[in-house]
């Protein structure tokens, strides 16, 4: 789809079942689902089998990142030990998604216009994407998937804006494990974060029945432990 608010075509893959009742938005999109195998990365989350397991009337649109672009249009913040993300643009890809792809989604999918429950989710820096997403456009989104959150960025910037918003999605996911890089030490300070995530919060009233974390030991920072994750996750969100 052409978007405006990025000045370039950004290709989106579109799962729909029979009936579709709820959806879910997920940023790189080239490893969402079990094909094209030829595309981004070896392993895939294999959403469209999750979903058709445990939430069979949920669709999933995934968006495709598009390589050197993908740390700018997901961070909000610089990250200084990434070259390509030392100018952001994570507010005009928030309004690419909410502004733009929810409205031609619309259009190209009408029974998808009005879903009982919209969701945005990713991994990583993707993570971090839909993570300020539902911070930005609040009351948009009432379903959150967190994997494996790069929220250091910035010297955990995101962790402090997260204190001060109010209002969040009714139902919220944050799956970590305790080996996501090959530094311990990195690998603690990955979970503390999502931990400390998850600690705000529950500081904002989201109890067990609304917020669910998950720590996996010994899984790493790759696509094999978000796609074993996710339809326990899927449940939780939309089963």
């Given at each position: 789809m052409a978007s405006v608010v990025l000045g370039?075509?950004?290709?989106?893959?579109?799962?729909?079942?029979?009936?579709?009742?709820?959806?879910?938005?997920l940023n790189d999109g080239q490893n969402v689902f079990t094909r094209p195998l030829t595309v981004g990365s070896a392993v895939k989350?294999?959403?469209d089998e999750a979903a058709a397991a445990v939430a069979p009337r949920l669709a999933i649109v995934a968006i495709d990142h598009t390589g050197r672009s993908r740390a700018r249009d997901y961070l909000l913040y610089p990250d200084r030990i990434d070259r390509l993300a030392r100018r952001p643009r994570g507010e005009r890809y928030?309004?690419?998604v909410v502004d733009e792809l929810l409205a031609w989604i619309a259009r190209a999918y009408p029974a998808l216009a009005v879903p009982r429950h919209l969701g945005i989710g990713g991994s990583s820096y993707g993570a971090v994407s839909a993570l300020a997403t539902v911070?930005?456009?609040p009351g948009t989104f009432d379903r959150l998937l967190v994997e494996s959150p790069a929220l250091y960025v910035a010297d955990r910037r995101i962790l402090d804006d997260a204190t001060r918003v109010a209002a969040w999605p009714e139902r919220i996911a944050i799956?970590?494990?305790?080996a996501e890089s090959r530094s311990a030490d990195e690998s603690l300070r990955v979970l503390d974060d999502a931990l400390a995530l998850a600690a705000t919060?529950?500081?904002k009233g989201l109890g067990d029945d609304r917020l669910r974390v998950r720590?996996?030991?010994?899984?790493?920072?790759?696509?094999?432990?978000?796609?074993?994750?996710l339809p326990a996750t899927l449940r939780f969100l939309f089963g």
């Amino acid at each position: 789809m052409a978007s405006v608010v990025l000045g370039e075509t950004r290709l989106v893959r579109v799962y729909v079942p029979d009936r579709p009742r709820d959806l879910l938005l997920l940023n790189d999109g080239q490893n969402v689902f079990t094909r094209p195998l030829t595309v981004g990365s070896a392993v895939k989350w294999r959403a469209d089998e999750a979903a058709a397991a445990v939430a069979p009337r949920l669709a999933i649109v995934a968006i495709d990142h598009t390589g050197r672009s993908r740390a700018r249009d997901y961070l909000l913040y610089p990250d200084r030990i990434d070259r390509l993300a030392r100018r952001p643009r994570g507010e005009r890809y928030v309004a690419f998604v909410v502004d733009e792809l929810l409205a031609w989604i619309a259009r190209a999918y009408p029974a998808l216009a009005v879903p009982r429950h919209l969701g945005i989710g990713g991994s990583s820096y993707g993570a971090v994407s839909a993570l300020a997403t539902v911070m930005l456009r609040p009351g948009t989104f009432d379903r959150l998937l967190v994997e494996s959150p790069a929220l250091y960025v910035a010297d955990r910037r995101i962790l402090d804006d997260a204190t001060r918003v109010a209002a969040w999605p009714e139902r919220i996911a944050i799956g970590c494990g305790t080996a996501e890089s090959r530094s311990a030490d990195e690998s603690l300070r990955v979970l503390d974060d999502a931990l400390a995530l998850a600690a705000t919060l529950r500081s904002k009233g989201l109890g067990d029945d609304r917020l669910r974390v998950r720590v996996d030991d010994g899984a790493r920072h790759h696509e094999s432990a978000w796609a074993a994750r996710l339809p326990a996750t899927l449940r939780f969100l939309f089963g």
